[in-house]
């Protein structure tokens, strides 16, 4: 298990090292939903590619369950030595996959124009360097935290807009920690939107376990689904605040055998109250839909608008 965890250190800092990003893919699939929004500016909704890359995560994690990455001795040994190899590929997303992020951050930024908000977007935006800090790389994370930040104020800007939960917290919480003179206003898209519309009458809502216990949205989202006409379906034993379950999500990568068993349990608690699954995550979007193809699995920013 050691060398698989140094293996996948290398792998992500090789990466970010030579484009900014965790995983070998091309760029260009990061910034193709902007097309005809305004470069730059003070203030930019920063998507960190997350949302394009959580396939590619996903699809990563299921080669390392199949060699056996996590389950330690010779097996993570095997693993250790194919990422020095999956790092020279190339990951890409499928047009299914491509199509569905770009569609979810085009109506992300759909709302915010309706609600009046004034963006720019940086189409050679970096990752955040969530995963070096949830993996407990930390010299690693300071480092790199420290050049994405030089990138945003190089580039003038004063405020990100994020529309994810792992990206909201390294910067909001994080990267003070650990960058001298943080000086960013972080705001979420959800605190600035006011949707009107739903594409679905009733679902269940499955909680990020970021924005609901650390960064206090549990409510927000909520608030969103109440306005937009969607009936909620509770139970406070599945979707409550202290007592809703994890996608699987901050284990994939070292584990992947046991977040995919989490992933499964977490769909069979959310499918005994709807066959509708609301998420505010892309990470917990693509690990729910793995666990239970059957249940449909919908983004926020695909369900209101």
Same mark, same amino acid.
């Given at each position: 298990?050691?060398?698989?965890? +140094? ?13 900014? =990003? ?14 005809? @929004? ?6 930019v909704l920063y998507t960190s590619c997350? !949302? ?11 080669? @390392? ?8 001795? %010779?097996?993570?040994?095997?693993a250790a030595a194919g990422a020095r ?33 004034? =963006? ?12 070096? !800090?949830?993996?407990? =790389? ?13 990138? =945003? ?12 939960? +792992?990206?909201? !917290?390294? @910067? ?33 809502? +499955?909680?990020?376990?970021? !924005? ?7 409510? /927000? ?32 990568? /070292?584990?992947?055998? %046991? ?47």
């Amino acid at each position: 298990m050691e060398g698989w965890i +140094h293996a996948l250190r290398d792998l992500l800092v090789d990466n970010l090292r030579r484009s900014r =990003f965790p995983l070998p893919a091309d760029r260009s699939i990061c910034s193709r939903w902007a097309s005809g @929004l305004p470069e730059g500016g003070r203030r930019v909704l920063y998507t960190s590619c997350m !949302y394009q890359l959580a396939p590619l995560i996903a699809r990563a994690v299921d080669v @390392l369950e199949r060699v056996g990455a996590g389950s330690g001795g %010779v097996r993570a040994k095997m693993a250790a030595a194919g990422a020095r190899l999956f790092g020279g590929l190339l990951l890409m997303p499928s047009d299914e996959e491509a199509g569905r992020a770009d569609g979810i951050l085009r109506n992300i930024a759909a709302m915010l124009g309706r609600a009046g908000v004034q =963006f720019g977007v940086l189409r050679d935006e970096p990752y955040s360097g969530a995963l070096l !800090y949830e993996l407990g =790389f930390e010299e690693d994370f300071a480092s790199y935290a420290r050049e994405v930040y030089r990138y =945003f104020k190089e580039r003038g800007v004063e405020e990100v807009i994020t529309v994810d939960p +792992h990206t909201h !917290y390294v @910067l909001e919480r994080a990267y003070p920690k650990y960058v001298d003179g943080f000086d960013l206003k972080v705001v979420s898209y959800m605190d600035l939107v006011r949707p009107s519309r739903a594409s679905v009458a009733k679902a269940v809502v +499955h909680d990020s376990c970021l !924005y609901a216990r650390y960064l206090d949205r549990y409510d /927000v989202y909520r608030r969103l689904l109440d306005s937009a006409g969607v009936a909620r379906v509770e139970d406070p034993y599945v979707t409550g605040k202290a007592y809703s379950g994890c996608c699987g999500g901050p284990i994939e990568s /070292v584990r992947p055998d %046991v977040a995919g068993e989490v992933a499964k349990i977490r769909a069979r608690q959310l499918s005994r109250l709807s066959d509708v699954v609301v998420t505010v995550c892309p990470i917990c979007r693509v690990n729910l839909s793995r666990a239970a193809p059957t249940l449909k699995v919908l983004d926020l920013a695909e369900v209101v608008s």
